[in-house]
Structures are given as C-alpha cells and as structure tokens.
C-alpha cells in the first residue's frame, strides 16, 4: 500500500530535550516536506527537500532541521524544543512528475512543556 | 500575511444538498489550486484541484471553480452526503521556472458538518 508514515504519533514533551519526529514513503517520491497546522492558521510549510541531499527552508523553519540521506526518509528536527513548537506535524511527499497533489503522512501531535 | 484565506470556519449543510465552500487569494502568481479533506487523527487528502488556464473542474460531486479576475475558487459539492462531514483546506501553488517546487500555500480551513 503507498502511504506515507510518521512516529511517533503523538509526543509529550520538554522544553530543551531534543527530539525527531520520523517520516517515511514508499512511492519512490522526489519530493518531501514538512508542515506544521496550527488553529486558525491552516497548514504552513517548515522544511522541504526536492531530492537527496537537497534541502530548503519553508515558510517557519526557525526552530528545526532537517536531512535527507535517503530517498524514503526525512526526519524533522528539533535540537531544543520550545512551547510555541507545540502543533500537529504532517509529512508529505508527491513524484517530481506530479504538479502538486501531495500524500500527507497521517500527522504527529507534539506538545512541549 | 494570508495569502490564501477561507473566511468561514464553519458550514453546516443538509444532507442531499449542495455544500459550497470558498477560498480567495491575493498571490497573483498563484497558478494552481487544490482542495483537500481531512478527517479527525488523519492526513489531509487529495480531493481536487485546477489550473489557472481552466475556471471549472469536475470530478464526480465535486466540482471546482475559478475566477481569476476576483482571484476567488470554491468547491461545491452536490449532493452533500454525511460522509463529506470533514475540515476542508484550499491551498495554491505557483509554478516557476518550469519546476513545480512543490510548496503549497493552505487557507485556514472550514469545517463542514452534513446532517442526515
């Protein structure tokens, strides 16, 4: 089945400890991305990665970091959490053929105390 | 600064009748747009999109339309059944440069409620 996987699920958490919220496809996507959605202000861009080893920053990537070693993976980031990181994380993916319909991983709740 | 905006959080509707979502935007680079849905504890999922060269795409119930000159797009659904109950995001993306790289900007979202 394709499908795109986060863990963990859901995270509680405290300020400063560092964490990594994992996220994996198997479609053989060029593409990934971070977003993060937080209420009333839809979904917003953190991080993406055009291909291996190709990285770029979103539209709120203060606070996180990201790589792309492999294809399948791109594992967010968090080398000191703070409260304000609190919010539902989603993973996309999509082919480099695809004009912009994105797979979104089932979401990770992160709450930082 | 929302550049892309659904101004209703919520719409409730009854089941059998048409739904009408709506999204309006203010990038005029933006030249493709999607809706998605997305249930509670789920990933949002592809549901429909349009190119700017097109004011209306169908696909089944759900039909989408575009005007540009208003740099407005809504969803309509028809008819509305209680499964379609589900938040409801507009994003839109701009194509630059002959690559699609692949950033969507995402309105707020609505939350639709269809009753039996």
């Known amino acids: 089945e394709a499908q795109v996987t986060q863990n963990p699920r859901y995270l509680i958490t405290v300020t400063g400890k560092k964490l990594t919220v994992t996220c994996s496809q198997n479609?053989?996507?060029?593409?990934m991305s971070w977003y993060r959605q937080d209420p009333g202000l839809g979904l917003r861009q953190i991080y993406y990665?055009?291909?291996?080893?190709?990285?770029d920053k979103g539209d709120v990537p203060e606070g996180y970091k990201v790589s792309r070693k492999e294809k399948r993976n791109f594992p967010l980031i968090l080398e000191s959490p703070s409260p304000n990181q609190t919010s539902l994380y989603f993973c996309?993916?999509?082919?480099?053929?695809?004009?912009?319909?994105?797979?979104f991983g089932p979401g990770t709740r992160l709450t930082v105390l | 600064d929302q550049q892309v905006k659904q101004n209703s959080p919520s719409l409730s509707v009854q089941e059998g009748r048409i739904s009408i979502l709506n999204c309006d935007y203010t990038?005029?680079?933006?030249?493709?747009f999607l809706w998605y849905k997305k249930y509670p504890a789920e990933g949002p999922t592809f549901l429909i999109s349009?190119?700017?060269?097109?004011d209306k795409n169908e696909d089944g119930r759900f039909t989408v339309f575009l005007n540009k000159s208003a740099k407005h797009l809504s969803l309509h659904i028809v008819p509305s059944q209680p499964g379609d109950s589900a938040v409801y995001f507009c994003?839109?993306?701009?194509?630059?440069?002959?690559?699609?790289?692949?950033?969507?900007?995402f309105g707020q979202g609505t939350i639709l409620t269809v009753h039996p």
């Open positions: 996309a993916s999509k082919s480099a053929d695809s004009y912009n319909e994105q797979f």
């Open positions: 479609m053989n996507h060029e593409y």
């Open positions: 990665s055009m291909n291996v080893e190709v990285t």
């Open positions: 990038n005029s680079m933006f030249d493709y």
């Open positions: 349009i190119s700017s060269i097109k």
């Open positions: 994003a839109a993306s701009a194509y630059a440069g002959g690559t699609s790289y692949g950033k969507l900007t």
